[in-house]
Every structure is written in structure tokens, then in C-alpha cells.
């Protein structure tokens, strides 16, 4: 009995490779433009060699035409030639700047598919730094007021700025980022997030602040 193993159709399944370009609307947006008007510019070119050679073709053709149509041809031809040299300038022109736009959108990164071990491992890694960043952000400054019953100051940047391991420590006082209502006592009040949790509290102007 013959062995015919080795004449079946093995199959073998691959991974697709994909490139993804980090882009801007404004870069794509160029490249549509530059396209389009190349394309136009192209057309146009072309209707002018066409031009042409409708001229060349009549004065081959035309049997004993008269002076005044020769002399129209002329200029006919002298006007397409122009044409057809400026469109054909403007076509190469806009064509050269998709192309340069899409050499930088290409030169900005790329993002590939999982194609290889390597890259798999690269993947897990950035995950896991994601997922370590994530679990240290702990604390987190939903919002934060500094004020009098009459004026109020958002300090919301500044003391998110100020968390250190997901520690908050700092005086409230006009240092944070100014005095928004001279001669008046302050408060500060603090909406925040520590492990999910919501929690709001208030310090009097002067008073440490300590969060969680």
C-alpha cells in the first residue's frame, strides 16, 4: 500500500501584518487636497495635449485651407502648448506635495500588528507599564475651589500637580495661586478620589493640608 502523506495540502495559518500611521486630520485633509487638485490639474493637461493634437490632426488633414484659419491654428496651438506645460507644472507640483506629506505622516510612527513574538512581548510590556500607572493613580483631584462668600478661585490644576505617591500635603493659603478676595478669610474645599472613592473635604485658610 502506497504512503500518500506526503502529497496532502498542508495548511498553515500566518498573522496579517498591518501598519497603522499616527496621523492628524490636518495631514490627511493635505493629502486629500493635494490629490484632488492634482487630479484636477492632470485633467486639465490632458485636454490641452488633446488640444493639440487636434490641431496637428487638422492642419495635416485640411486640404488648401485658407491663410486666416492657418494663422488661427497657430495661435490655437501656441495657446495649448502653453496650457499644457502650466497644468502639467501643477500637476506634478501638487502631487509632489501628497507625496511629501504622506513620507511625514509615515516618518511620525507606526503601530504594528502582532506579527512576531517580539512584538507580543512588546505589547505585554506596555500593558503592563499602563496597568502600573494606572493602580498608582490613586488619588485623584476631581475639584478644588479656594474662596469667600463673595469670590472663588479654581485650584484644581494646581494641587493635582502637587500630589506625590498619591500623597497630597500643602498649606491652604494664597500661595497656591493667589489671594482671590483680599482681607477676607479663606476656605479651601477639596473633591477628590482615593480608590475609586468619592470624598469632599474643607480646610480653613492656613489650616495643613493632608489628603487621604
Not at 128 to 146: D, G, P, W
Amino acid at each position: 500500500m502506497t504512503d500518500n502523506s506526503n502529497r496532502l495540502i498542508k495548511s498553515e495559518i500566518k498573522g496579517r501584518n498591518v501598519i497603522y500611521y499616527l496621523t492628524t486630520e490636518d495631514d490627511l485633509h493635505n493629502v486629500k487636497n493635494n490629490s484632488l487638485l492634482g487630479d484636477i490639474f492632470s485633467v486639465l493637461a490632458s485636454l490641452a495635449v488633446g488640444g493639440i493634437i487636434s490641431v496637428i490632426l487638422t492642419r495635416a488633414t485640411g486640404i488648401q485651407l485658407e491663410q486666416e484659419t492657418m494663422n488661427v491654428l497657430d495661435i490655437l496651438m501656441k495657446v495649448f502648448i502653453v496650457a499644457a506645460v502650466i497644468f502639467a507644472v501643477f500637476t506634478a507640483y501638487f502631487y509632489y506635495q501628497s507625496l511629501i506629506t504622506i513620507k511625514k505622516i509615515k516618518g511620525s510612527g507606526a503601530v504594528k500588528s502582532l506579527t512576531s513574538a517580539d512584538q507580543r512581548e512588546d505589547i505585554k510590556a506596555t500593558r503592563a507599564e499602563n496597568e502600573i500607572v494606572t493602580k498608582e493613580s490613586r488619588l485623584q483631584i476631581v475639584k478644588a475651589e479656594y474662596w469667600t462668600q463673595k469670590k472663588r478661585l479654581d485650584v484644581t490644576e494646581e494641587l493635582r500637580r502637587m500630589i506625590v505617591n498619591n500623597k497630597l500635603e500643602t498649606i491652604a493659603s494664597n500661595d497656591i495661586k493667589g489671594d482671590p478676595d483680599k482681607g477676607i478669610r479663606k476656605r479651601l474645599t477639596i473633591e477628590y478620589k482615593f480608590d475609586g472613592i468619592a470624598i469632599t473635604k474643607e480646610f480653613k485658610e492656613h489650616d495643613k493640608v493632608v489628603i487621604p
